[in-house]
């Protein structure tokens, strides 16, 4: 199953979330501080001492990177109070409010997440969002925002996770439903590689910040050192898939157009839809357009969110960082 290649776990991970309330249904990290990736990112460090701002300095290794999480729980109302008890120079301004008004950000503006990030913790930079449970669900089955959906179809190392199935259930479909959609932007014949670029970008169609403030070369960047780990979160799927033949030796797979899920005769008019937009040379730029509407204003209204949610100092600093990154890459680019 899809679902067990998502699943890891690290006791520098486990350690840092021994810092937070413990009622999690989820809880992963992700980003260039657990994956390796070229680019600037992968030889910038950010550190902060108390009261400091962030430098950066050199360094070798993605270990050196800023660890990013997501805790997703079932009542945020009660994870905040409890997190505002235990961490409360994490927040901004709005812990004064309450954990009533923090959950009510969170769920209603932007894409569902409440992120606080910049924050030391075990000796390490760190970022962290919550979510809550019912609202990531619906992001999986239905991608409303493709925010953190969008993250979990790409390889992240799970910390913890409970036992509820429809959240199990969800996290395997959103994977799935990532294959079927990037098979739509592919032709009959491709590389494993070619695959993973579309599923990895499939996030980022329409995202404003791969205008301003991310690298433009940030999913090639993502990809070319995660083959193996792209591999293990979808080969399973790809195997069992009877739209296409995984030749896995070679690395290369071809769609099979004429396949129907369905015995011959019914359901024939799926089975038409299906060649018919299979078959259109601008299926790809349909589906492109499709995304762009999803992910285009969610990534706008969780930005404009953060400033609150951050704080107009940490919005600054980090804001920049990520310019510097983009300044970087365009650098190497052109050198």
């Known amino acids: ?64 990177a800023m660890l990013d999480f997501v805790f997703t729980v079932d009542d945020p109302v009660a ?3 409890k997190n505002l008890k235990k961490n409360w120079n994490h927040y901004s301004f709005l812990k004064v409010l309450g954990p009533k008004i ?14 606080n990030p910049l924050i030391m913790c075990d000796g390490r930079l760190i970022k962290y969002g919550v979510i809550s449970t019912s609202i990531l669900i619906e ?24 036992e509820n199935v429809a959240l199990r259930s969800a996290l395997d479909k959103n994977l799935k439903s990532a294959v079927t959609t990037a098979f739509l932007m592919l032709p009959e014949s491709f590389s494993e590689e070619d695959l993973f670029i579309e599923i990895a970008g499939l996030s980022y169609s329409g995202d404003f910040r791969m205008v301003v403030g991310e690298d433009k070369t940030k999913v090639l960047n993502i990809v070319k ?40 005769g019914k359901n024939r008019d799926v089975e ?19 995304l762009s509407a999803i992910v285009r204003p969610s990534s706008m209204k969780q930005s404009t969110k953060g400033i609150f949610t951050a704080g107009m100092k940490k919005t600054v600093v980090y804001s920049s960082l990520k310019l510097h990154k983009m300044w970087k890459g ?4 052109t050198s």
Request: aromatic share 8%; charged share 20%; with cysteine.
């Open 1 to 64: 199953m899809a679902l067990q290649a998502l699943q890891s776990s690290g006791v520098a991970f486990r350690k840092i979330l021994s810092h937070f309330p413990e009622e999690l249904s989820l809880a992963f990290a992700y980003g260039s501080g657990v994956y390796r990736q070229v680019g600037p990112s992968s030889d910038q460090k950010v550190s902060l001492a108390p009261g400091q701002a962030p430098r950066r300095e050199s360094a070798s290794s993605h270990e050196n």
């Open 79 to 81: 994870w905040h109070s």
């Open 102 to 115: 923090i959950t009510t950000v969170q769920n209603n503006y932007g894409a569902g997440v409440y992120y």
């Open 139 to 162: 992001d999986l089955l239905n991608w409303n925002n493709l925010y953190i959906a969008g993250r979990l179809q790409k390889p992240v190392k799970i910390i913890a996770m409970n």
């Open 225 to 264: 050192p995660n083959i193996a780990h792209f591999r293990e979160l979808y080969g399973s799927i790809l195997q069992e898939n009877p739209q296409v033949v995984y030749k896995i030796q070679q690395g290369r797979l071809e769609q099979q157009i004429n396949h129907v899920m369905d015995p011959p």
């Open 272 to 290: 038409e839809t299906l060649l018919q937009v299979a078959h259109d040379p601008d299926c790809g730029e349909v589906v492109r357009r499709g």
């Open 330 to 333: 365009w650098l190497r680019k």
